[in-house]
DNA sequence: ACAACCTTACCACGAGTGTGTCAAGGTTGT
DNA sequence: ACAACCTTGACACACTCGTGGTAAGGTTGT
């Protein structure tokens, strides 16, 4: 079997045995395991240990992150979702028409309650 | 000005007006300001508050990693690399062809200091 | 059999997140 | 002028992230 234990694979990856774990239970890189459990590290985790380091060093993000990321790639909805706001750019109001959607001007005082009643925009009847 | 103050805004979004700031601070929405330094929050804003509400609790993810996916959206270089570094998908030693550049089997000892050497694999001098 | 490794499960600890509250001071509407 | 709002800054607290340990127990090679 051409893989590394744990101990090996952090010394060639620079990262630490207990880093390793962490990772792995971050989801991010989960190597296959002997019949006894022993993690094994194959050439392709070792790469991309090595490459996570290097990702994670130059831009200064956290694992967290980049299980997020990972997690962007696997689940539709959400990458649907988070598209669905970034879409939703914030316009200013030179750039909205004068809609009734949303105007006061004088009527300070029952203005929030109006909001409240218009706090679901476009779910609620129209 | 069709715009509402932190506090209305607060109302309408159901956030505090203190998560307002922060996420102001995590840089996810960034109101207009009045003369004086008030916040403004138009339409757009107050849209999009309340789509991050629903994104954060539908899929139990906090600011920090919208703020990410954000970075991930305006910084190309970053995106690139995150993309690199999901390319490179584990490889199982079956699919890989029978490299020298990873063998050993036997000469456990001197394994490591090997490893050592080709700890950069395509940086360094092939 | 024995050392050296592996496993999981804990304790610890500084930094960051998410949230509230409070203080000191500026702005605004009546 | 005065109340009601806004601003920034601070203290606080529970929780997670990224790390390191250490302990109790299983595996492996010589």
Excluded: C, N
């Excluded at 030179?94 to 679901?120: C, F, G, I, N, S």
């Amino acid at each position: 079997m051409d893989a590394l234990t744990i101990q090996e694979a952090a010394q060639t990856t620079e990262w630490s045995p207990r880093m390793l774990r962490y990772i792995e239970r971050a989801g991010l890189i989960e190597p296959q395991r002997s019949q006894s459990g022993y993690r094994l590290y194959g050439p392709g985790e070792l790469q991309r240990l090595r490459t996570l380091r290097e990702l994670a060093s130059r831009f200064g993000i956290g694992l967290a992150e980049i299980g997020f990321a990972m997690r962007l790639r696997r689940d539709e909805q959400l990458a649907e979702a988070v598209d669905a706001w970034f879409e939703a750019e914030p316009r200013r109001p030179e750039d909205v028409p004068p809609a009734e959607w949303l105007r006061w001007e004088q009527d300070k005082h029952t203005k929030l309650l109006a909001l409240a009643a218009a706090a679901t925009p476009a779910t609620s009847r129209a």
